[in-house]
C-alpha cells in the first residue's frame, strides 16, 4: 500500500512513502493482538515513521468511518 499522507510531530512534518498493515502483537497497546499500521518514509531514516496499533474492534470503526467519510464527498473533488 502506497498512501498519500503526511505526518506531524511535535516539531517536524514529513511525507510518508508507504503503509504496511499487518496483525501481530503490539509493542505499546494493552491487547494480545492488534491490527498495526507502520507509516513510513524510508528515505528520511527510520525516525521518519508513525506506527498505530488497534484492537480489531477500533480497526474496524476506524474502516467504516473511513468509508463512510469519503461516501459523503461530492464525486468531483475525489
Known amino acids: 500500500m502506497t498512501p498519500t499522507a503526511a505526518a506531524r510531530a ?24 492488534t491490527l498495526n499500521i507502520d507509516f513510513r518514509n524510508p528515505e528520511r531514516g527510520a525516525g521518519a515513521r508513525v506506527a498505530v496499533e488497534l484492537s480489531a474492534q ?16 461530492p464525486q468531483d473533488l475525489l
Open 10 to 33: 511535535p516539531r517536524a512534518g514529513y511525507p510518508l512513502t508507504e503503509a504496511t498493515v499487518y496483525f501481530d502483537h503490539p509493542v505499546h497497546a494493552p491487547a494480545e493482538h
Open 58 to 73: 477500533t480497526a474496524r470503526a476506524l474502516a467504516h468511518a473511513i468509508l463512510e467519510t469519503l461516501d459523503a464527498v
